[in-house]
């Protein structure tokens, strides 16, 4: 990612043609990746009165940013975020708390089970969630929970989407971090069982603080995953009011289907806080991806 | 929990006294130090996220199955009855969805290895070149992954739109009559669909091959080129074989994001007559009007079967290169 290892020799080489190819074919490619969202940008920034009138695709006469405040206040957009950040930020957590644990347990142990264990984890993260989703959703309508939950049930909950994500991303978070802690020299907890400490001390105080990389990746990936779900919400949650920003979206567009403009806004107000949050933590969200794909 | 059966030391007889070097070589695996307390710890550490994972996924997973051979409207559990095969006969049989379905889920995959995966290999091979700029490109192209398949949905609705769409607009369709219908036009709209997902997919096998490019051992490349060999030479008989398990992981990760496909069809046009998809037909017997559980169970375990010929030789692959390890 970074020039430095040709930069001397490249700063005095002649510019060669191929060079200057590649980065009018990259420049170029780049610009049309980027289209669809420009062309939303757009847009959202002309008032449908105006599109209506003089078409899409025309010059702008007024640019301005009401369709983003008239689709942040008339949807109670905040409200929604509200919502997916009382379900995102436990069920990031929890995922990170519970995960860890079964990773700790599984690779600085030889325990027989622990094959099986990760093998469970592992296979379950990889099953569509249409596979489970008909009993979950007869379960989540059976567990009664009165007075803990808006529903007094687990369905249509906050809680009932923080369990399922919990449930369903900590087999990825498993594997990835017992991959990692397995990569942890094995005398450092040998030391410390030595010298008396328990094993949760040694998860909680040596083990622990020396996932933080791969911690941070995680709490990025499963931030965006998490923020970005649309499928359990929608079959899980039936109030609008207790929707995430996501199936929320999806509302606006059919209350407001006949205002493209307004409803480009929404998605990509929608959208902001993972852009913010790609751009600030990027280099923890690529290498998330890739700590589950590219070991071995 | 925990399946072992050596006795345990006393703890006293573990602990030297504070500051002492540890003289003595533990066992590897040291669960001959662990006192009962410990072991009760770690059984709860394990079995606490177990017990949580196991009940959500693999529980109503094989609900699922049991729940295919049987009818229920949902309603009380004695309206429950066993129908063995039933349900699958009326689904490979009578339901005009099902095959199409399954027909668009296997385009779906192919169209994602057959388009945006190489070309997100030959991005990441330019990009892997230090160029200059190299992380603005990166990021254009990856910028899709960060989004939600539901705002991907909406963004694209914006030019594929009939009459307010970018496409009509620019080539004339955009009046009454000469409509060109991207997303209602059952021939269409599967492979515009398509279009936004590739849109997407790219970018993430690209920093797929990226990371496994990283991996590439330079001194490769360098005897490559010391033979003489060009660019594609390098490329075909050097790095894309080194690129191997990178390769398998980007298979698995494209078969189950095609058995996955759900937000964007359902934004676009809840899976209407041209996008059918097997989660979508799931999902349509929970959240449309008839709830038919054991029929939706049944597509449910087409989808589960289909998914664990994948799944299985993947876990059994990596796992078996895992205890090598």
């Keep these: ?296 | 929990m925990t399946t072992e059966t050596t006795k345990e030391i006393p703890e006293a007889a573990a602990v030297p006294s504070p500051g002492a070097a540890p003289a003595k070589k533990v066992p590897h695996g040291h669960r001959r130090l662990l006192t009962r307390r410990d072991r009760l710890t770690l059984g709860l550490m394990a079995g606490l996220p177990t017990v949580l994972h196991i009940a959500l996924v693999w529980v109503t997973a094989l609900a699922s199955i049991a729940l295919a051979f049987t009818t229920w409207d949902g309603i009380g559990f004695d309206s429950i009855q066993w129908v063995g095969l039933q349900n699958f006969k009326e689904l490979f049989e009578q339901n005009p969805q099902f095959w199409p379905a399954v027909q668009h889920n296997v385009i779906w995959f192919v169209v994602l290895i057959a388009i945006p995966t190489p070309l997100g290999l030959f991005l990441a091979v330019q990009l892997d070149k230090k160029i200059r700029f190299s992380r603005v490109y990166q990021t254009a192209f990856f910028l899709p992954v960060v989004l939600s398949m539901a705002v991907i949905g909406f963004v694209w609705q914006l030019i594929y739109n009939p009459d307010t769409g970018l496409i009509n607009s620019i080539i004339g369709a955009n009046e009454p009559g000469k409509y060109i219908d991207w997303i209602g036009d059952p021939d269409l709209n599967l492979w515009a669909i398509l279009i936004a997902a590739s849109w997407r997919h790219t970018g993430y096998m690209m920093i797929l091959y990226l990371a496994g490019l990283k991996g590439v051992d330079p001194s490769l490349r360098e005897a490559s080129a010391l033979d003489g060999a060009g660019e594609w030479q390098t490329f075909k008989n050097v790095i894309f074989p080194t690129l191997r398990p990178t390769n398998t992981v980007v298979l698995v990760v494209t078969i189950i994001e095609a058995l996955r496909a759900f937000d964007l069809v359902f934004v676009f046009n809840k899976g209407a007559e041209g996008t059918e998809l097997l989660s979508i037909l799931v999902t349509n017997n929970i959240i449309g009007e008839s709830s038919r559980i054991g029929y939706g169970s049944a597509i449910a375990v087409v989808l589960l079967l289909i998914s664990l010929v994948v799944i299985i030789p993947y876990l059994v692959a990596t796992f078996r290169k895992e205890r090598r390890a």
Excluded at chain 1, 46 to 58: A, C, L, M, N
Excluded at chain 1, 85 to 102: G, K, R
Excluded at chain 1, 112 to 133: E, M, S, W
Excluded at chain 1, 265 to 288: E, H, K, M, N
């Design chain 1, 1 to 296: 990612m970074s020039t430095g290892t040709l930069a001397l020799g490249k700063k005095r080489a002649p510019v060669r043609p191929a060079r200057i190819l590649l980065h009018v074919f990259l420049a170029g490619a780049a610009l049309a990746w980027l289209a669809p969202l420009a062309w939303a940008i757009y847009a959202a920034l002309r008032p449908y009165s105006e599109t209506s009138e003089k078409g899409y695709v025309s010059w702008p006469d007024t640019l301005n940013f009401d369709n983003f405040t008239n689709a942040f206040t008339q949807s109670d957009m905040s409200h929604y975020f509200v919502n997916t950040m009382i379900i995102a930020v436990p069920a990031v957590l929890v995922t990170l708390f519970l995960s860890s644990m079964v990773a700790f347990y599984v690779s600085r142990f030889d325990f027989r089970i622990n094959l099986a264990l990760l093998l469970v984890f592992t296979a379950g993260n990889l099953l569509p969630q249409q596979v489970i989703i008909t009993p979950l959703y007869r379960l989540y309508l059976l567990i009664d929970l009165p007075g803990i939950t808006m529903s007094g049930k687990l369905y249509d909950s906050a809680l009932g989407l923080v369990l399922i994500h919990v449930a369903f991303q900590s087999g990825f978070c498993a594997f990835v971090l017992s991959n990692y802690m397995r990569s942890l020299p094995h005398e450092l907890t040998e030391a410390a069982l030595v010298d008396g400490a328990s094993v949760w001390r040694q998860y909680w105080q040596i083990v622990l603080p020396l996932c933080r990389p791969a911690m941070a990746a995680l709490a990025t990936l499963l931030s965006i995953w998490i923020y970005n779900d649309f499928f359990w919400a929608l079959v899980l949650i039936s109030t609008g009011e207790n929707m995430p920003i996501t199936s929320a979206l999806n509302n606006l567009t059919g209350a407001y289907f006949t205002d493209p403009n307004l409803v480009a806004a929404g998605a990509l107000l929608t959208a902001i806080p993972t852009l913010i949050v790609y751009f600030v933590l990027q280099r923890q969200f690529v290498s998330g991806l890739t700590l589950g794909a590219n070991k071995g």
